[in-house]
T-cell receptor, first 115, second 111 residues
Framework: GAGVSQSPSNKVTEKGKDVELRCDPISGHTALYWYRQSLGQGLEFLIY????????KSGLPSDRFSAERTGGSVSTLTIQRTQQEDSAVYLC?????????????FGDGTRLSIL | GQQVMQIPQYQHVQEGEDFTTYCNSSTTLSNIQWYKQRPGGHPVFLIQ?????EVKKQKRLTFQFGEAKKNSSLHITATQTTDVGTYFCAVRNTGGFKTIFGAGTRLFVKA
């Protein structure tokens, strides 16, 4: 499809395990965002990638969280030593150039549950 | 850091009634965006406002940007059950790339 693709759609894991979440942005979009949305809450910014520029990591909640974007396309968000408070829906979005006024196109998210 | 307050947190209306959600910032905004998230879905971009005092309409939805560019509203006239969902405003952090979303207003519409 032409939209933002995220995988897996659901992930259940035990506390202490590492998880990797994947995002495939819209083809040609140079900007990519990761957000976290807890149940019934708003979106919490995590990290932003734009082209080959250094990412804006200002939203990552702890050093257990990291993200990569290889080849300017696919991105992976890694959470190490997961905790129960990491349970949330992780949303990825992309936009064409990352400009201030550009709409962000969201994927369906990965629902992460930490047991 | 940049913050945006969105009210109300939720609202229940009877189908056909009007609905308004408000976003307020303590600082002047360069622009503001509005998104809608259906239950179980992902946020979908609705509109962007840039100019002071700007008003834009999309069918039954009216979006306004305050004269001082510190507040914005989304008004839905004669709600329908298809309007159900959470409406978020979003602003870009001053000088950066971080996007700040309001907490959202969840709209319930009773048929």
């Amino acid at each position: 499809g032409a939209g933002v693709s995220q995988s897996p759609s659901n992930k259940v894991t035990e506390k202490g395990k590492d998880v990797e979440l994947r995002c495939d942005p819209i083809s040609g979009h140079t900007a990519l965002y990761w957000y976290r949305q807890s149940l019934g809450q708003g979106l919490e910014f995590l990290i932003y990638f734009q082209g080959n520029s250094a990412p804006d990591k200002s939203g990552l909640p702890s050093d257990r969280f990291s993200a990569e974007r290889t080849g300017g396309s696919v991105s992976t968000l890694t959470i190490q030593r997961t905790q129960q408070e990491d349970s949330a829906v992780y949303l990825c979005a992309s936009s064409l150039l990352g400009g201030v006024g550009e709409p962000q196109h969201f994927g369906d998210g990965t629902r992460l549950s930490i047991l | 850091g940049q913050q945006v307050m969105q009210i109300p947190q939720y609202q229940h209306v009877q189908e056909g009634e009007d609905f308004t959600t408000y976003c307020n910032s303590s600082t002047t905004l360069s622009n503001i965006q509005w998104y809608k998230q259906r239950p179980g879905g992902h946020p979908v971009f609705l509109i962007q406002l840039v100019k002071s005092g700007e008003v834009k309409k999309q069918k039954r939805l009216t979006f306004q940007f305050g004269e001082a560019k510190k507040n914005s509203s989304l008004h839905i006239t004669a709600t329908q059950t298809t309007d159900v969902g959470t409406y978020f405003c979003a602003v870009r952090n001053t000088g950066g790339f971080k996007t700040i979303f309001g907490a959202g207003t969840r709209l319930f519409v009773k048929a």
